[in-house]
């Protein structure tokens, strides 16, 4: 069965600087793998999936993030931070007939 | 296109009672997944249903179980509540089945509370 983890459940960064999300998973066979946000009292929003392709992938607000199949890795990253940005990130990891696995989030705090 | 709906969105029940919760899926979905959100277990996955059948299913007692109708509504239902079982309920729809590269559209959530 495919898993994922998030290093840090906390992150913290200043208004402008880098974000830097990570995610590694674990999958026998090549899995899907997106990253969604949750902002406080909704609902989880995709950012971004990786499907097959292009290991760089763009999503919505300045997001992406680096499929690296040697590392099994999919760091999410922005390069500067923004107040909105605040919000808990998931990692999650999907792979053929099986439910979709998220990690246990990063929260992400960003100070003014 | 509107959204997922999920009612209520607030629930408070005692011990010992049975909770339904629904969720209407964005038009054209035909799975319905459910998660349980805390803050010491984080998202884990009850079921899914596709075309009205329980496609998979998580980790969770029986006590838990779900439907899924005609029109791709679902409900699921909590038995015998537990203080344990206060959460976030999310419940999720795709167009296809999990397990490809469908992308699930999240409802704000029933936050259920069981005193």
């Known amino acids: 069965a495919q898993s994922v983890t998030q290093l840090g459940s906390h992150v913290s960064v200043s208004e402008g600087a880098l974000v830097l999300l990570r995610c590694n998973y674990s999958?026998?066979?090549?899995?899907?793998l997106f990253w969604y946000v949750q902002y406080p009292n909704q609902g989880l929003q995709l950012l971004l999936k990786?499907?097959?392709?292009?290991?760089l992938v763009k999503g919505i607000n300045g997001f992406e993030a680096e499929f690296k199949k040697s590392e099994t890795s999919f760091h999410l990253t922005k390069p500067s931070a923004h107040m909105s940005d605040a919000a808990e990130y998931f990692c999650?990891?999907?792979?053929?007939?099986?439910?979709?696995?998220f990690g246990a989030g990063t929260r992400l705090t960003v100070k003014p | 296109k509107a959204g997922v709906t999920q009612t209520p969105r607030y629930l408070i029940k005692t011990r010992g009672q049975q909770v339904t919760l629904s969720c209407s899926p964005i038009?054209?979905?035909?799975?319905v997944s459910w998660y349980q959100q805390t803050p010491g277990q984080g998202l884990q996955f009850l079921f899914e249903y596709f075309s009205e059948t329980q496609r998979n299913k998580g980790n969770f007692p029986g006590r838990f179980s779900g439907r899924q109708f005609s029109n791709s509504r679902s409900e699921m239902n909590v038995s015998t509540l537990e203080l344990g079982d206060s959460a976030l309920y999310l419940c999720?729809?795709?167009?296809?089945?999990?397990?490809?590269?469908?992308?699930?559209?999240f409802g704000p959530g029933t936050r259920l509370t069981v005193l």
């Open positions: 999958s026998s066979v090549p899995p899907y």
């Open positions: 990786y499907t097959t392709g292009a290991t």
């Open positions: 999720a729809s795709s167009l296809g089945p999990q397990g490809a590269n469908n992308e699930q559209f």
């Open positions: 038009s054209g979905h035909r799975s």
């Open positions: 999650a990891v999907s792979a053929s007939n099986n439910d979709m696995r």
